[in-house]
């Protein structure tokens, strides 16, 4: 899925450079942003419903799978942000949102990924 994402944003982008000649200098990524938040629900669904399905076969504590449950379900809070990312790239009147939001994303996403490590040292 994501290689085709890539894929179709090297297309647009490479296919019509007149966004090269404007003061802000970017890709104009519309075409792609309805693809892009398919697959970020996708992804985001994904990232819960297994696991969760895998957690409910396991005889673990009822704390530490509450802890593994948290952990995974962490990743809607990332899901969450994509969508209001292509949202932005999607409504014109919000494109200045777009490099803003981008940064909320990766550190939404660092976040998320980090709450794997944290989260049993603190528990």
Known sequence: M???IITTKIYVCVLDLSWTDLAVPVCPLEKVAIGKL???LLVGITLVVIPTCLLGHLKLLKDKR??????????LLTSAVSVVHVVSLMVPSYFYLVPLISEVKIATALTVSNLGVAAPFLY
């Open 66 to 75: 509450r802890m593994l449950i948290v952990i995974f379900r962490a990743s």
């Open 2 to 4: 994501c290689l085709g």
């Open 38 to 40: 398919i697959t970020n």
